[in-house]
């Protein structure tokens, strides 16, 4: 993979950057120069500058202070797997439209330098903007190949998070059905994660951010006394959530 990634870094410098430099002359021959020298450098740049989120990151999404549950964060680790799964289908498109568009740009460019009849300055102009956006398009590709590398990146790492939630909730006796469905562990999750919010109530100076948090962890508690689960779901709290429920009157 390291290796893959290596050369997407080495083309980019070769095929991307340095006919860039050389052909768009915009900046000062000193500074072209140190553009030149510096090619294989930038090409790392490009190519390990990190896209989204690294694997800790990932970890901080659905940890217990926003997915209290193990149920809770495999729905969140489900969601951001398809979000990322869902781009890379998008990328996989515009990295097929933008190859036809440079196989197009390069047959008007053999029309526009090679026509039937002797070429005209004008032609002979639009061949050479043809031929700036192509050298840009083809800068585009690289880039696309660097983001859909990280792409997958993201989407191992998401599985790998899927799986150990997965394991995890089959030996607390989870069945299949139950860890896909969405519902099936979301009073649970609401009743820790509202009451988890509601500590923090005290820092708060906005009121309607104080009447949100206390309609939550209310509602969480009626659900789970209304489905019978409220006395085992207090046994799991930590300290912070048993000292929100005394704050709402239901622990003394």
Not at 80 to 86: A, G, L, N, Y
Not at 106 to 114: H, Y
Request: hydrophobic fraction near 40%; charged fraction near 30%.
């Amino acid at each position: 993979m390291n290796e893959v990634k290596d050369l997407i870094a080495t083309n980019m410098a070769n095929d991307v950057i340095l006919p860039m430099i050389r052909e768009m002359p915009v900046i000062c021959k000193e500074d072209q120069k140190f553009l030149v020298e510096n090619k294989e450098h930038l090409g790392k740049v490009f190519e390990k500058t990190f896209m989204w989120r690294t694997k800790i990151q990932k970890l901080s999404i659905v940890s217990d202070d926003y997915c209290p549950t193990l149920h809770g964060k495999f729905h969140q680790a489900i969601l951001e797997c398809k979000v990322q799964t869902d781009q890379l289908f998008y990328l996989m498109k515009d990295f097929e439209m933008a190859k036809l568009d440079c196989e197009i740009l390069e047959e008007e460019i053999k029309e526009l330098k090679f026509p039937t009849e002797p070429p005209t300055r004008k032609s002979l102009l639009e061949a050479e903007k043809k031929e700036l956006e192509l050298k840009f398009k083809q800068y585009e590709l690289k880039q696309q190949q660097i983001a859909a590398n990280y792409r997958m990146a993201e989407i191992k790492d998401w599985v790998e998070i899927q799986e150990s939630l997965m394991q995890q909730m089959k030996e607390q006796g989870m069945d299949d059905d139950e860890m896909w469905n969405k519902n099936a562990g979301e009073v649970r999750n609401m009743f820790f994660l509202t009451l988890t919010n509601l500590h923090g109530l005290a820092k708060s100076t906005d009121g309607a951010e104080t009447n949100n948090l206390m309609a939550l962890a209310r509602f969480s508690v009626q659900q789970a006394r209304e489905l019978g689960i409220f006395e085992n779901l207090v046994v799991q709290c930590n300290e912070q959530q048993r000292q929100s429920l005394k704050f709402l009157g239901e622990l003394k």
